[in-house]
């Protein structure tokens, strides 16, 4: 059964432990009364770095939820002061790690050859990573969407073989769209999906762009996760704000779920 991911991008809110505890007492309240979250879909909490246990600790009583980091190192060990290792966070329980989303490229400089390091440590240390990839709104409104993503995969690929590509995670993200008031249109988001298939395709081989999973990110909420049917093809979505909420985050995992419930075992391509 292909798995679906709702992940929560907590970024740098819910900064104290007390947060955190509570959101996941109420997430475990309600999680059973919301009736699409079922099997098949994973709901996956980046908390902040200390905060992974409590995270953890609620996945090994339910299976549906597990524990993603926000940032890795590049390296696997070292003198790299202030930096994690991918092998901490197995340690700590983590199971997926978010690289290269816009915020980081932003505030910590990194390039994409930063990106392609972080994906092959965490897949050494056996977490899945799930990496971002997105125009910014002037490459959007030059048109360049295609020519934008192509090259952050090209960049992110150089290393990279058929097998390791197949067990991460990509996230179409636009970078406009992160902390904006509206997601891209449904076609908008198709086409960057059969884009990244085509570039994994054409990278790899076709059996590798039906193994790996494509979400979408950007200002999803209950109000407008529900265009992304069965149709668009993605295989789950990246909520930031509209996660802060455990009852708004759970709605938009079974919105999801509903309208995507028949094609588990499917892709449209
Ligand atoms: P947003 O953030 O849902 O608040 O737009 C998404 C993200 O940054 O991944």
Redesign the pocket.
């Known amino acids: 059964m292909r798995e679906r991911l709702i992940i929560a991008?907590f970024?740098m809110n819910m900064v104290r432990r007390s947060d955190i505890v509570a959101y996941c007492n109420t997430l475990r309240a309600h999680i059973d009364s919301v009736p699409d979250v079922k099997r098949g879909v994973t709901l996956v909490l980046c908390p902040s770095a200390p905060h992974y246990d409590v995270v953890a600790r609620l996945s090994h009583t339910d299976a549906r939820i597990a524990c993603g980091a926000q940032d890795v190192a590049c390296h696997m060990r070292g003198a790299h002061t202030g930096q994690v290792s991918p092998l901490t966070l197995a340690d700590a329980g983590v199971r997926y790690v978010l690289v290269g989303?816009?915020?980081q490229r932003r505030d910590d400089h990194k390039r994409m050859a930063d990106v392609a390091a972080q994906v092959a440590v965490a897949l050494r240390a056996d977490i899945t990573p799930v990496i971002?990839i997105g125009e910014t709104a002037q490459e959007h409104a030059q048109g360049k969407m295609r020519a934008s993503l192509a090259a952050q995969f090209d960049a992110v690929t150089a290393a990279l073989d058929a097998r390791d590509a197949q067990r991460c995670v990509w996230?179409y993200?636009p970078v406009w769209?992160?902390?904006?008031q509206q997601p891209p249109a449904a076609e908008d988001v198709m086409a960057a999906r059969i884009l990244l298939q085509k570039l994994l395709t054409m990278r790899y081989d076709a059996a590798t762009a039906h193994a790996a999973r494509i979400l979408y990110?950007?200002?999803?909420?209950p109000e407008t996760v529900g265009r992304f049917t069965r149709d668009v093809g993605i295989d789950g979505v990246?909520?930031?704000?509209?996660?802060l909420v455990p009852r708004a985050f759970l709605q938009i995992a079974a919105t999801f779920a509903h309208h995507n419930a028949h094609g588990m075992m499917e892709k449209t391509t």
């Open positions: 991008n970024k989303h816009s915020e971002f996230v993200e769209a992160v902390g904006a990110g950007g200002s999803v909420t990246v909520v930031g704000r509209k996660a």
